[in-house]
């Protein structure tokens, strides 16, 4: 089962998207908190990052970053997403995403994208 952290200051998007995609057998963990979200990514090595791109009191653009550079985490898969799908590309080639997703979301596209790059980056690893 693979593991996914959702970082996200919408409390209701977090609990909504948990229980969906707890539902299609994924372990999920969910953080409002951006530095209580890295610790976490740090400690447990999810399989997969959902991150938003604008939070508060942080910037889901800086997480991205911090993963990319640590050594431990650098591989880690990340799906960033926004209401600002203008954001896509520059959050896959500048910071650095492996793929976008654009709010309001399907649940169908979320999932098929989850698949998608844990497929791919397992058989990079």
Known sequence: MAKILILDD???LLSIVKSLL??????VWTFANWQKAWESIKNNKPN??????????GDGIDVCRKIRSTASTRR????MFSSYPNLAEIAIHEFG???FISK??????MVNKIRKVLSVKSLVN
Do not use: H, Q, T
């Open 48 to 57: 997969l990052v959902l991150l938003d791109v604008f939070l508060k009191g």
């Open 10 to 12: 919408d409390l209701d």
């Open 22 to 27: 707890k539902k299609k057998g994924f372990d």
């Open 76 to 79: 880690m898969p990340i799906i």
């Open 97 to 99: 995403a492996d793929e």
């Open 104 to 109: 309001p979301f399907e649940l169908s596209e």
